[in-house]
């Protein structure tokens, strides 16, 4: 642009004048503007993959932002997935706003056309330009080429591959689904040097992860490099100077991702599908939602159960301050004098914690003496009591000032005991306040032998659902939740942003029978048949091959079934099979999958393709999709039945868990109501509490899954017998054993070890990883159910020595 006049420069310096669309997308020129009003005015990057611009947040309130430039988002309707806004937290006009570069080299945004409502500062004699790059970053460069500002030191929620992360960076969460204003929740460096999320809302603050209970580096985390920087590169590794690293699910695609500090607390990774549209959840910092705190306010507790969410309740005795705010938590219906000790009673919340804000430790005392501590403390709202393992053994009582932070899961072991007045204690003992506990019958019975590797039809029986495991979930709770099982997260206002939301389950859907039926040919290529139902290979009519599962013994109810079948197909894991619809007409039950062309791992053990790579990448994918129905459900999903034939192979070896959560579809009574249900699993994969007295918990897959990777290792089925190895012994070995033994003598025979490897291999194998796959899978199997480590934690020790 040439200059005109003196005058007309110095005009330029305050007033912008619109910029000429045709020219918006490839950069914006000092001395021009971008205008709310003009749908055109979006800067987009040179690779079409960022647009900025002004995109809605409200009704009329607009923020200047960047998107993912997808095909199907519109910014006009408001539903494109923004990475980065200049002013969150004041949303401007949509008539006259303007995003102006001044001659000058400031960036501003004014609401109206004049009010400032955000400006980069900047200031530059020779003229600027913005552009907007392909990897997400708004970067204004002065003629040189210098860079002056960018997105990138300034992150709103979002941090890009590439993007440096470091001392001066914040991810702040947003408010809630659907207001972007800045929220409660920050991803930083803490002062010592470690990446935190730390819940900071108005009354307190606190951090919460790394667990806050944990030493930094028994959390893994180093606090001696003050470089303070993490980045994400464009594979999906994450790591930090704290050492604090994680690669994501897909790692190793060059696929758009992104890392948001999303509103319910938590720090998710997400990556782009193949779809371009959706998002899926490839990695997140941890999976149960109740543990950010802050999530409730004082006095309440969180529970999360599938089916609701994440909920808040008050504590016993408490009621809600303010109805249209859970932060600011739960007050007291009751009078407690400080004077009258002897009116004080403690009323039990089982499995129930409160972090933070004990008045101190004391160790070895009895229940009655910490009670007595409390009760003599005029601030203390109750106590913690329980059992420590840890370097001093030993029951422990944690007297509290204040009950923040609460959480309940079925898997906690803890007690917390509140202190209002003995009458109030008595009001609600005597409304059965009862304790809940997950609960499966302990009665086995196998309906089918066993998987027997000598039955030709399932030797080629891709989706075998022989044998069925059904876990009822039992109990009443003080809160309510009456037999949650595991799911997915769903949608409620207040709960989790949903990745299956992101990813719009599109390919679910309703079939009908007739579809169904012309899809398999009439049903005429079976490919499996169990207890659960019969198996058939269909082509629909869109192309895509499918495995049509027919169930027998199906629920009548369409109403339940289609309830438990919806949730199933939410489920998204790239190691869970994916189940494509249903169809529920009549007292037809058929569920439709996706067809793993390679089959179950259990046929494909016994080929020589299988090689060491690929059963180690299988190890790892299983316990991946195994980690996700755990945790992500917390406990309430247990599949029940792993084994070899249950684990499907797709066209790159990436195994995919079939047959989880259907024990809940078939007729099996009302499981709902009933503390007592059949358990068939499958002899050799079962764990021993099957048999004993034990409750039944997530750790009953964690031992299936240490069989299954003996079988890896081995080649050899847990169902064969083993002959002792001291002499003149007859008694058979199992396979855990006989592993155990040769293990154990390995020290001192190098071959010995060698005699377990599955002789397939031909002795091609990675040593250092044979020993920790092997190591991993006796862990696994401990008689002892809290010896073994959670799905998670067997996830994070094939990984830690992989990268060795
Ligand atoms: C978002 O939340 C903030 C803080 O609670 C509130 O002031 C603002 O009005 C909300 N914005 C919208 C669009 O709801
Ligand atoms: C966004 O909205 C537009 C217009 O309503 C619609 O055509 C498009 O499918 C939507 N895209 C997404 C990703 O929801
Ligand atoms: C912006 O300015 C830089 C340096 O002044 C120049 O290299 C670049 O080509 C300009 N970008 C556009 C889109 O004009
Ligand atoms: C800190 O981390 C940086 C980046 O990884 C590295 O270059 C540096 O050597 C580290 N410093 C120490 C003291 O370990
Ligand atoms: C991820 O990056 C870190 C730092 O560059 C590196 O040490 C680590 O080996 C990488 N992990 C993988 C799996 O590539
Ligand atoms: C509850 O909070 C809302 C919004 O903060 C406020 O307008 C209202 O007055 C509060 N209600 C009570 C009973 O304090
Ligand atoms: C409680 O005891 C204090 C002194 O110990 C006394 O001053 C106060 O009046 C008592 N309050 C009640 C309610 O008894
Ligand atoms: C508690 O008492 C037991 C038995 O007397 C003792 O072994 C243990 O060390 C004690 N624990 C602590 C924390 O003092
Ligand atoms: C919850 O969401 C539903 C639908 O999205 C909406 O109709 C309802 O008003 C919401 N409830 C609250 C309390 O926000
Ligand atoms: C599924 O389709 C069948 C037959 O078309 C129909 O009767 C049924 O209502 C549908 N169910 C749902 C939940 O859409
Ligand atoms: C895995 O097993 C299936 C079914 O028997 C077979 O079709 C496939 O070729 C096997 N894959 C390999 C690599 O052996």
């Known amino acids: 642009m040439a200059t005109p006049s003196m005058l007309l420069v110095a005009l330029l310096a305050f007033f912008c004048p619109p910029l000429l669309s045709s020219s918006s997308s490839d950069g914006l020129w000092a001395g021009s503007s971008l205008s709310v009003e003009e749908t055109a005015d979006v800067l987009t990057s040179p690779g079409g993959i960022f647009s900025a611009g002004f ?138 040097n470690v990446l935190s999320l730390l819940y900071k809302g108005p009354e307190y603050s606190s951090v919460y992860w790394p667990s806050p209970g944990r030493l930094r580096w028994d959390a893994g985390r180093s606090t001696y490099n003050n470089s303070k920087i993490a980045v994400l590169d464009s594979l999906g590794n994450f790591s930090s100077t704290d050492y604090f690293s994680f690669v994501s699910a ?314 438990e079948v919806n949730t199933i197909g939410k489920l998204n894991h790239m190691n869970l099979i994916a189940m494509w619809g249903y169809c529920a007409e009549g007292k037809h039950r058929l569920l439709v999958y996706e067809y793993m062309e390679h089959g179950s791992l259990a046929e494909n053990l016994s080929f020589k393709a299988l090689d060491w790579k690929n059963r180690f990448n299988i190890a790892v994918g299983t316990a991946r999709g195994l980690a996700y129905l755990h945790e992500e459900c917390l406990e309430w999903v247990l599949h029940c039945d792993i084994k070899p034939h249950n684990i499907l192979l797709d066209s790159n070896f990436q195994p995919k868990v079939s047959d989880f959560g259907l024990s809940r579809m078939l007729n099996r009574g009302d499981v709902k109501h009933s503390h007592v249900s059949r358990i068939r699993g499958t002899r050799g994969y079962m764990a021993p509490e099957w048999v004993s007295n034990f409750p039944i918990t997530s750790k009953v897959d964690v031992y299936s899954y240490g069989i299954v990777l003996l079988e890896l290792v081995t080649g050899r089925s847990p169902a064969m017998g083993f002959p002792g190895t001291d002499e003149g012994s007859l008694k058979e070995q199992t396979l855990v054993e006989w592993v155990r033994e040769q293990m154990a003598s390995a020290r001192e025979t190098e071959t010995r070890r060698r005699e377990i490897i599955d002789p397939k291999l031909e002795g091609r194998y990675d040593e250092a990883e044979m020993l920790n796959l092997v190591a991993v899978a006796l862990q696994c199997v401990e008689e002892d159910k809290d010896a073994r480590p959670t799905m998670g934690e067997v996830v994070q020790m094939l990984l830690r020595d992989q990268s060795h």
């Open 55 to 192: 995109h809605p947040v409200g009704v009329n309130a607009y923020s200047f932002a960047i998107w993912f430039n997808t095909q199907s988002c519109s910014a006009v309707a408001n539903n494109c997935t923004m990475v980065w806004m200049a002013n969150r937290d004041q949303p401007v006009n949509g008539k006259r706003s303007n995003l102006c570069l001044s001659k000058s080299g400031n960036l501003v945004l004014k609401d109206g056309g004049q009010i400032l409502v955000w400006e980069t500062k900047t200031v530059s004699k020779s003229v600027t330009n913005l552009t907007l790059d392909d990897g997400g970053n708004l970067i204004l460069r002065d003629l040189q080429g210098h860079i002056l500002w960018q997105s990138y030191d300034s992150p709103t929620d979002t941090l890009l591959p590439l993007q440096p992360f470091n001392e001066n960076s914040k991810l702040i969460s947003s408010r809630s689904r659907g207001n972007y204003s800045s929220g409660y929740f920050q991803l930083y460096f803490s002062p010592d």
């Open 250 to 563: 897909d790692y190793g695609s060059k696929i758009p991702r992104m890392l948001k500090m999303d509103f319910d607390g938590n720090i998710r990774l997400y990556s782009l599908k193949e779809d371009g549209e959706s998002w899926v959840v490839s990695w997140q910092a941890f999976p149960q939602p109740c543990r950010v705190h802050g999530c409730c306010g004082p006095n309440s507790v969180c529970v999360y159960s599938p089916n609701l969410g994440r909920k808040c309740s008050c504590i016993p005795g408490y009621k809600m301050k303010n109805h249209s705010d859970w932060s600011l938590g739960c007050e007291p219906e009751f009078h407690l004098s400080c004077n009258q000790t002897e009116q004080v009673g403690f009323l039990k919340l089982s499995h129930t914690d409160f972090y933070g804000y004990d008045f101190g430790m004391y160790p070895n005392v009895t229940f009655k003496d910490c009670a007595k501590i409390c009760s003599q403390m005029c601030d203390c709202k109750g106590f913690q009591y329980k059992f420590f393992k840890a370097n001093k053994p030993g029951l422990y009582c944690y007297p509290k000032t204040q009950l923040l932070n609460g959480h309940r899961e079925p898997n906690f072991n803890g007690d917390m005991y509140l202190k209002m007045p003995k009458a109030t204690v008595s009001f609600y003992d005597s409304t059965a306040v009862e304790d809940s506990k997950l609960q499966c019958s302990n009665e086995v019975q196998t309906l089918e032998p066993t998987y027997s590797t000598s039955s030709k039809r399932r030797e080629n029986d891709p989706l075998d659902f022989a044998l069925w495991a059904v876990c009822a979930v039992g109990g009443i709770e003080f809160l309510a939740i009456f037999s949650v099982w595991c799911l997915m997260i769903r949608t409620h206002n207040d709960s989790i942003p949903k990745a299956n939301n992101l990813l719009a389950t599109t390919g679910f859907r309703n079939f009908t029978y007739a579809e169904l039926k012309k899809a398999t040919n009439s049903f005429s290529v079976e490919t499996g048949r169990g207890a659960g139902g019969i198996v058939f290979k269909a082509t629909l009519s869109d192309g895509r091959v499918a495995a049509i599962k027919r169930l027998v013994d199906a629920y009548q109810g369409e109403a339940e079934f289609l309830a």
